[in-house]
């Protein structure tokens, strides 16, 4: 009897998942995948959360074309599998008109090439790997790529006087490996001795036996192409360590006056690129931020500017395109206006060049003093 | 002089590694069981301690008390409900339930706290200069601290009654039950000093490396595993000295090798003493009866 | 139909039949579009998930070890096909075969190379020594150049088809199902039950233990091409540990030494992380909190050692008894009272095939 149950079971299974999709017609569709749980948690709520203030903001303001979106959100946990897999549902289970995601390199490189076949438009936020945008015309970004922050830091150094710099980076992220990589030639082709590369792998709280090297080779800045949460780490330790090196950062490294119990003292004079500054006095940054620190109590990072931006973009182009209902037509007039995009958002002015999804931007750096973000420069 | 800075910061992980492999020792020497959940305790202990004083402003010194108790009894207590009724099943059982135990402690502090790290503040902030060397003061305290826990066990494990009823009982399990010796309250007792280490340990750790998440034990543990292999698992001594071989080889890795290999190296070591002596530094050789 | 059934090869082909109608419903089922193009996709990762499983469960069910490095095969399996179909340039139907083939055979060098010095070492030390060389394989693919290093591998071209997965699948199921009905699966079963009796009996117990890995890593190196062919990119952070656990987790639940209950296993833990999507938060949880369940109540897992058999369903139903309780089915495990078994999930015994089946413990072939 228990094996006539089983395999009932089983067979019940495979049709329970036969899900009917709903097709609101008033209603626009936009699937959202983010790492909402794992490592890269924080990352990809801070997206979320952007995505979702600026929806709920136009949809009080009427929706597009009088049509409510309605945000289709999946949690890839950091795993490219999983974003695959999200990205299959949403396309075919619940029909949606656009897709912001992902939020880190590897999981959006793959739903970038899954989704070539389907030329659905895609707008990642956040991803800054150079090939994200290279498998198709439908893949979009709202960032710059990693190449031009590393090259606006050596640029820094250089106006800065610095003669010898160290690196140390994370060897198994692509982000941090793929900036240290450039950093290291702009500085050879501009001067700048690299006296230290020290690599660590993902999880590592220890980098006393790295630092311990780079004290020895006395540099005069620390290039840390790293998240906040480990860039933290790092400073601390290196100042535990007697290290006065200077400190810099990536757009990664923004959000660490945030981190809750951290000596915030360790940040004073560091230096990071970033898309955005919270002292830009335009009116788009300056309503991003009141709205974003009223809806959830805090000062927005670079990470959910982005996810802000990406969805600006996307929305901003569906309304030209004047389209609302998942199809291989809609999909590729909603690419063509994409690349017809031309607007101010919170990251800076946005166009794209034709066939190229990356926007033409440029980088801020950013300074922190006595424990408050400070607008440096344009490098 | 970098090369005796690399070897201080080997001692230093290396001797948390010491105080989490003693549990590991103990454990397996008594009911035979890698005790999968073991880094994860570490975790508990440690998430516990950072909310007691960064959450409830409560002083260290209480925190850090009751975070020992709180993973004594934790650890207590998966001993009676996970692992007590499959004391007579096949080992794979209990191995797979001890992984099973571990992923459910990880995954319940990931709903509980979020994946977010968290920030631990260095209790011993500050250095301290030897001649050439600066010494960070958590260092110092780790590792002293860590020689005095040890020393204090193995003195209980030798002079003491409870001691010799775990000797006891680790020899042989049922004949120390005829002998009168209650088997189940020494299991008891073993797992909740062993956790009452890994508590410790936890403070210790997080002084230094003051960051926490869910996942933190898992690697951890398993890192002092080998090192309780590589000592000779059933041996205290073994896992101390395991655990200074471990740190020192890992530091070594990082800092001239190259970061990302170190776990390579630390399990190939393992590999390597399990294919040549796999009992071991100190342990005994198990004869098997047909 | 006793009678009939009672000739090996009868019963083979009405296997062969049944396989084909699955197929041929699965397939309709597509057409029609009952199930949209994501569902159906989502029985991709059910076929490799299953040939995982049912691999896992030749050295863990059927031999009784316990080895935690199943993900290292995988993904030496998958690399190795990965970087052959990049580097070809053959259509698809010439240089997909090539690369599968190839990542087993790689995959099984691996787990030859592994098990040799692994095998030496029982129970608690295999697992650890199996981990051990997991996390090795992981880090080192993680270093590699070629292998793409932390960025893994991308680009990889979509050979993977439901059609060709479930081909591999039911070609691992045939031939584990062959292997343990044969001379050679009697073998291994007794090495399981007592190692050391099995060695005074005069078997090689280093070779089967040997051959078993291997055949193991060379399926799971299968499965890793078809995953690599299927999600288009490697990530060797995937690879690790975590990955082993779950395919260790299908074979657990399922029942170690279960045929059928590694394949429902490993389609319902496939399958019901989708369905329960909007509970992501709590299936970690809820996995853990089910492993530690079912391995104090039941440890013998959802089937035990129990294996379907489409034939002696069928002799059954036309016997009349189709719901008369078997004398000697899923068996509770037996306490570990013996010194020298350091695992001993179950004790079965495999009939010979050619006679006619009885009710005892019979090793048919069962179907998806």
């Not at chain 1, 009080?60 to 309605?70: L, N, R, S, T």
């Not at chain 1, 970004?141 to 590393?150: E, K, S, T, V």
């Not at chain 2, 797979?96 to 135990?101: F, R």
Request: some cysteine.
């Amino acid at each position: 009897m228990k094996r006539v149950l089983a395999i009932v079971l089983v067979v019940a299974m495979m049709f329970g998942m036969t899900a009917c999709s709903g097709s609101g017609s008033d209603t626009i569709k936009i699937g959202v995948i983010a790492p909402l749980t794992g490592d890269v948690a924080v990352y990809g709520n801070a997206v979320n959360d952007a995505v979702k203030l600026y929806t709920d903001k136009v949809n009080a303001e009427g929706g597009i074309d009088g049509k409510q979106i309605e945000l289709v959100v999946y949690d890839d946990k950091g795993d490219a599998t999983e974003a695959v897999n999200a990205y299959n549902k949403l396309v075919s289970s619940d029909q949606v008109l656009a897709i912001i995601g992902d939020v880190t390199s590897t999981p959006t490189i793959a739903v970038a090439q899954a989704s070539v076949a389907d030329n659905i438009p895609i707008i990642t936020g956040t991803a800054t790997h150079l090939d994200v945008t290279s498998f198709g015309t439908n893949m979009f970004r709202a960032c710059f790529i990693d190449d031009l922050q590393a090259r606006t830091m050596a640029n820094l150094a250089v106006a800065q006087g610095v003669t010898k710099a160290a690196v140390i980076y994370n060897a198994s992220d692509s982000y941090s490996t793929g900036l240290r990589d450039s950093f290291k030639t702009y500085c050879d082709s501009l001067g700048v001795e690299v006296v230290a590369d020290e690599a660590y792998a993902k999880g590592d709280v220890d980098f006393n036996a790295q630092l311990t090297n780079i004290a020895a080779a006395n540099p005069e800045v620390i290039f840390i192409p790293e998240y906040y949460n480990t860039f933290y780490l790092i400073a601390s330790q290196a100042r535990a360590m007697g290290i006065t090196a200077t400190f810099y950062g990536v757009d990664g490294t923004d959000g660490v006056l945030e981190i809750d119990g951290a000596d915030i003292s360790v940040f004073d004079g560091i230096y990071f690129s970033n898309h955005y500054t919270t002292d830009d006095p335009s009116e788009v940054v300056q309503n991003f931020i009141t709205d974003y620190k009223e809806a959830y109590g805090q000062t927005p990072n670079a990470l959910a500017a982005l996810g802000y931006d990406a969805a600006m973009i996307l929305f901003d182009a569906i309304k030209r395109a004047g389209v609302y209902e998942p199809s291989a037509e809609n999909w590729q007039s909603i690419i063509d206006a994409l690349y017809q995009t031309d607007m101010q958002c919170v990251t800076g002015h946005i166009t794209y060049d034709e066939g190229n999804g990356t926007p033409n931007k440029s980088t801020k750096v950013i300074t922190i003093e006595n424990g408050v973000y400070g607008f440096y420069g344009e490098y | 002089m970098t090369f005796l800075t690399q070897i201080l910061n080997g001692i230093q992980i290396g001797s948390i590694y010491a105080l989490v492999a003693l549990g590991y020792t103990m454990v397996y020497g008594i009911i035979k069981l890698i005790n999968f959940a073991h880094g994860d305790i570490i975790m508990v202990g440690a998430y516990v301690t950072w909310y007691l004083i960064a959450k409830l402003y409560m002083s260290e010194w209480a925190a850090i008390a009751l975070a020992v108790v709180g993973c004594t009894v934790l650890g207590m207590v998966i001993e009676k409900v996970a692992y007590k009724p499959l004391r007579k099943s096949a080992r794979i059982s209990l191995l797979i339930t001890a992984i099973g135990i571990s992923f459910l402690l990880e995954n319940v502090a990931q709903l509980i706290f979020t994946a977010n790290p968290r920030m631990f503040t260095n209790l011993f902030p500050g250095n301290m200069n030897l001649g050439n060397l600066t010494i960070p003061n958590n260092t110092a305290v780790t590792i002293v601290v860590s020689v005095v826990l040890m020393v204090g066990l193995t003195l209980l494990v030798d002079k003491t009654k409870i001691g010799k009823a775990m000797r006891a009982v680790s020899e042989d399990n049922d004949t120390a039950q005829l002998m009168g010796i209650n088997v189940n309250s020494t299991i008891s007792f073993t797992f909740g000093l062993g956790s009452a280490l890994a508590a410790l340990a936890a403070v210790l750790y997080c002084c230094s490396y003051t960051q926490i998440n869910p996942t933190m034990g898992s690697m951890l543990g398993l890192k002092a595993f080998v090192a309780a292999v590589l000592g000779g698992i059933g041996s205290l001594p073994g896992a101390m000295v395991g655990g200074f071989v471990i740190g020192i080889a890992e530091s070594l890795t990082k800092g001239y090798v190259a970061s990302s290999y170190a776990d390579a190296i630390v399990f190939g070591i393992l590999i390597v003493v399990l294919l040549i002596k796999p009992t071991g530094f100190f342990g005994r050789t198990m004869n098997e009866k047909v | 139909m006793e009678k009939f059934l009672s000739k090996m090869k009868n019963r083979y082909l009405l296997n062969t039949v049944l396989v084909a109608a699955v197929y041929g419903i699965i397939m309709l089922i597509i057409q029609v579009g009952i199930l949209n193009r994501y569902q159906a996709n989502m029985l991709i990762p059910v076929c490799y998930n299953i040939i995982l499983a049912v691999s896992l469960n030749l050295s863990a069910g059927y031999l009784g070890q316990l080895p935690l490095g199943h993900a290292g095969f995988m993904s030496v399996g998958g690399y190795t096909a990965a970087l052959i179909t990049l580097a070809l340039d053959l259509p698809a139907a010439v240089e997909f075969p090539i690369a599968l083939i190839a990542g087993g055979l790689v995959a099984a060098v691996f787990g030859f190379v592994i098990g040799l010095p692994a095998l030496r070492l029982r129970g608690d030390y295999l697992a650890i020594i199996t981990l051990g060389f997991g996390e090795i394989i992981r880090v080192v693919i993680t270093n590699l150049g070629f292998t793409g290093g932390a960025f893994g591998l991308s680009g990889i071209q979509k050979h993977t088809t439901l059609t060709i997965a479930f081909l591999c699948t039911v070609i691992t199921v045939f031939a584990v199902h062959a292997l343990m009905k044969s001379r050679h699966g009697r073998a291994i079963l007794s090495i399981r039950e007592n190692e050391i009796a099995a060695e005074c009996s005069g078997i090689p117990t280093t070779y089967y233990k040997t051959m078993t890995f291997t055949i193991s890593a060379f399926f799971a190196g299968v499965a890793g091409g078809l995953y690599a062919h299927y999600l288009c990119i490697l990530d060797p952070s995937t690879f690790g540990f975590m990955k082993s656990v779950e395919i260790l987790i299908m074979v657990v639940l399922g029942g170690l030494g279960s045929m059928i209950g590694s394949i429902t296993a490993a389609f319902g833990l496939t399958l019901l992380p989708e369905l329960l999507r909007d509970f992501s938060d709590y299936r970690m949880v809820v996995y853990s909190l089910l492993l530690v369940v079912v391995m104090i109540f039941k440890p013998s897992g959802l089937f035990g050692t129990y294996d379907f058999s489409m034939s002696r369903l069928l002799t059954d139903f036309s016997k009349g008894d189709l719901f008369k309780k078997k004398k000697t089915e899923n068996q509770e495990p037996v306490a570990d009272e013996l010194k020298g078994a350091e695992i001993a999930p179950d004790t079965s015994i495999s009939a010979d095939p050619d006679i006619p089946p009885e009710p005892a413990e019979t090793e048919g072939k069962e179907e998806l």
